[in-house]
Nanobody, 117 residues
Framework: QVQLVESGGGLVQPGGSLRLSCTASGGTFRIYTMSWYRQAPGKQRELVAASGGSTNYADSVKDRFTISRDNAKNTVYLQMNNLKPEDTAVYYC?????????????WGQGTQVTVAS
């Protein structure tokens, strides 16, 4: 069982920056694809960025957000620059690993990001 704890959310003005962190415990961190998702009010949860064998980004955040991971610290980060009001959402950390017929899929509790003036 993997536990994920996010931090770093908050209120920021448009154009500002935030860095989210997600620290994992209880598993072998390096084998997991680590991702950030977000869910805005009234909308479906969407993938923001993923870090596994490669990194992937939603088109809406490319060139503004950067995902990175420190396997020694069991932590994945999301650096968010040039934030826009439409980035307002609860951001969730996800750890995913599949092997043969088994799927290991874990979520954090979420951290609120609000972009407003």
């Amino acid at each position: 069982q993997v536990q994920l704890v996010e931090s770093g959310g908050g209120l920021v003005q448009p154009g500002g920056s935030l860095r989210l962190s997600c620290t994992a415990s209880g598993g072998t961190f390096r084998i997991y694809t680590m991702s950030w998702y977000r869910q805005a009010p009234g909308k479906q949860r969407e993938l923001v960025a993923a870090s596994g064998g490669s990194t992937n980004y939603a088109d809406s955040v490319k060139d503004r957000f950067t995902i990175s991971r420190d396997n020694a610290k069991n932590t994945v980060y999301l650096q968010m620059n040039n934030l826009k009001p439409e980035d307002t959402a609860v951001y969730y950390c996800n750890a995913y690993f599949s092997f043969m017929s088994k799927v290991f899929d874990y979520w954090g509790q979420g951290t609120q990001v609000t972009v407003a003036s």
